[in-house]
């Protein structure tokens, strides 16, 4: 939708879309938990991914101030929340897909939708052919997303799409997603979301030493099987099956502290239950969770507890979780990999077919949780517009 509006602004005259949806824009609607989360006031590098290239020139290209500006023109309000999230001032992720879809409209842009692009070939022009059509055209842009949430059309046909123009795929994996871990090591957990440190760490070789991958602090919501949340979306780019999570449950508070707390209460208390220790320290229900996990019995006395006061600190500070999956493509945000960025233009052409453009989440980029996907996915839309109109004077 982006690069089309692009197209059109730059001169280039017949640009259509064709969406498989019976409406466009059905992904980015439910962006940001319907919230529309379109960019990000840091745009370092490092929040985007990828084996094969970067974001960089595309960024520098068209970034986030360009993004805006432009969202601005088309009649949109775009403010940061206190973390540097950008969204739409109405805090609809719909509102952001009618202001595209308004702009299509106005430009007779055409939208050819419930049109699924089942095959597409070059020869001299591109024909591409859906259930319904054949379409001809001088340049073609493959913007058909990845393998994620594929409920919103994208189930990874663009892949075969990229293949067929001899394009290679690298590995594929869901991200954005929450991860799952053994169930009775949350047990009574489900429906808490906490503040935490999260490191991922990894047993390496038969003499298990352990691997420090990755931090990330932030939310962590315990669901029934696993964990979900801000800091374990961030992490799931990185966490394989069989790593482990630690979660430091007070990242603020050094391990020494919480120790002293857990004596200080037990000298004062020293017949209280067991349970009750922990109370005030943590969260009541990580308490119970922490206790079960260093083999302390509930209704046990306080003062029997008193030489672990440094076992249960330790436990709270790295409450360790084995990573047992993710919940897949199915429920991911984005995937993790795509068209390597090697096999592209600067401008996201082809090396392969020549006015070929492949862009977004197709190709081999994917951000952070916060902006960065969709400020990607705008900016390679407009990055091969421009390398369109560069070349295609003659569809002006
Ligand atoms: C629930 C959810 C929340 C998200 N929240 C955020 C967020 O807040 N911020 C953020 O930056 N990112 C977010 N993302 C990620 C972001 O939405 C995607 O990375 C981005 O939309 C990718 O853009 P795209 O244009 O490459 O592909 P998409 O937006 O996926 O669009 C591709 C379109 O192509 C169509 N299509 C696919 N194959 C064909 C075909 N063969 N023929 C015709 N049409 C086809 C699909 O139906 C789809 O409409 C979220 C993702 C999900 C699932």
Redesign the pocket.
């Known amino acids: 939708?982006?690069c089309a509006l692009r197209l059109s602004d730059l001169g280039i005259k017949d640009v259509a879309v064709?969406?498989?949806?019976d409406r466009?824009?059905?992904?980015?609607s439910?962006?940001?938990?319907g919230?529309?989360?379109?960019?990000n006031e840091d745009m370092s590098s490092a929040k985007f991914l990828s084996s094969t290239g970067d974001a960089k020139t595309v960024l520098r290209r068209f970034g986030k101030e360009a993004l805006l500006q432009y969202m601005s023109s088309l009649g949109g309000l775009f403010n940061a929340d206190e973390t540097g999230r950008i969204y739409p001032a109405s805090r609809q992720?719909s509102s952001v897909t009618d202001l595209l879809r308004f702009a299509l409209t106005d430009r007779g842009i055409a939208a050819c939708l419930g049109?699924?692009?089942?095959f597409a070939e070059k020869r001299g022009a591109f024909i591409v052919r859906?259930q319904k059509e054949e379409y001809l055209a001088d340049f073609l842009v493959l913007?058909?997303?990845?393998k994620?949430?594929p409920h919103?059309?994208?189930?990874g046909?663009?892949y075969a799409?990229a293949k067929s123009f001899g394009h290679t795929v690298t590995d594929l994996s869901p991200s954005?997603v929450r991860l799952r871990t053994d169930p009775a090591l949350i047990r009574g957990l489900k429906g808490i979301r906490t503040d935490c440190r999260v490191s991922l760490k990894k047993e390496n070789g038969s003499k298990k030493r352990t691997l420090f991958l990755q931090e990330q602090r932030g939310d962590v919501l315990f669901t029934d099987n696993g964990v979900s949340g801000d800091a374990i979306f961030r992490m799931s780019a990185f966490a394989e099956t069989g790593d482990f999570l630690y979660l430091d449950f007070l990242p603020e508070i050094g391990a020494g502290s919480v120790a002293e707390a857990i004596r200080h209460k037990i000298a004062m208390y020293p017949d209280m239950r067991a349970e009750d220790v922990l109370r005030c320290i943590v969260n009541s229900a990580i308490g119970r969770a922490v206790l079960r996990r260093c083999g302390i019995a509930m209704d046990g006395n306080a003062k029997d507890v008193s030489h672990r006061s440094k076992y249960l600190a330790d436990t709270i500070k790295g409450y360790m979780l084995p990573v047992k999956g993710t919940d897949g493509f199915e429920n991911?945000?984005?995937t993790k990999g795509g068209v390597p960025m090697y096999e592209l233009e600067d401008d996201l052409e082809s090396k392969f077919t020549e006015n070929l453009y492949i862009?977004?989440?197709?190709a081999d980029i994917?951000?952070e949780?916060?902006?960065?996907?969709?400020?990607?996915?705008f900016s390679?839309?407009a990055v091969a517009a421009e390398g369109i109109a560069g070349r295609g004077s003659a569809c002006r």
């Open positions: 939708m982006f064709i969406e498989r949806n466009l824009g059905r992904k980015l439910a962006t940001g938990n919230q529309g989360n379109i960019s992720a049109e699924k692009a089942e859906t913007a058909c997303g990845g994620a949430s919103f059309g994208t189930d046909y663009g799409l954005l991911a945000q984005v862009i977004g989440e197709l994917d951000g949780c916060g902006g960065y996907n969709l400020q990607w996915a390679s839309g």
